[in-house]
């Protein structure tokens, strides 16, 4: 039975910083054991940490705090991992990126665009069929952004994933 199954009324997004080295196949043994406990990724980002032939991941999964902290510790154990830690949920600064090609005719372009302008985000590419849109914030934030726009106008997304960190003191 899947966690989800099991405790689904106890659920709730925790994001997890991992620093492990830079090396092929340790994301996805990293990946692999949270999968295989039952959990699912709702995302996962990777890139350069402080230290040269390091790299940071930042992992959400949902999950309950006891189950979380015990993938917190097999994911310590593991050979190639340096630092697990939980980001703190009331205390966080989380983004996601996301790139976004909507269809549009020439008379509909201004009205995109000032919707475009509302959600602080960015025309990276614009041509006579469409233009490609770039929205940076929070997860619901993008949600958001690609929901203002008919489904049928999205050619198509790319998202980056959430990166977070704990805020100063």
């Known amino acids: 039975m899947y966690l989800t199954e099991q405790y689904p009324h106890n659920l709730k ?4 910083s991992v620093v ?3 090396k ?3 994301m996805a043994r990293i990946c692999s054991l949270i999968t295989r406990r039952g ?14 032939g ?3 991941l930042t992992i959400v999964i949902k999950g309950d705090d006891r189950a979380v902290e015990q993938i917190q510790k097999q994911i310590h154990k593991m050979i190639d991992t340096v ?47 469409g ?3 770039q929205v940076v914030g929070s997860k619901e934030k993008v949600n958001r952004f690609i929901n203002v726009f008919p489904k049928e106008r999205i050619v198509e997304i790319a ?5 977070a960190m704990n805020r100063w003191n």
Not at 40 to 51: L, P, R
Not at 113 to 120: A, G, H, R, S, T
Not at 159 to 163: D, E, L, Q, W
Request: proline share 2%; hydrophobic share 45%; net charge negative.
């Open 13 to 16: 997004d925790f994001t997890i």
């Open 20 to 22: 492990a080295y830079n």
């Open 24 to 26: 092929p196949g340790v």
């Open 39 to 52: 959990f699912n990724i709702e995302s996962i980002s990777a890139g350069d940490a402080k230290d040269d």
């Open 54 to 56: 390091m790299y940071r």
């Open 83 to 129: 630092k697990v830690s939980l980001v703190n949920q009331e205390n966080k600064i989380e983004k996601e990126m996301a790139l976004v090609k909507v269809k549009a005719v020439n008379g509909e372009k201004l009205e995109m665009f000032q919707l475009i302008d509302v959600y602080k985000a960015n025309i990276v590419d614009t041509t006579p069929e």
């Open 131 to 133: 233009f490609v849109a």
């Open 159 to 163: 998202r980056t994933g959430i990166v």
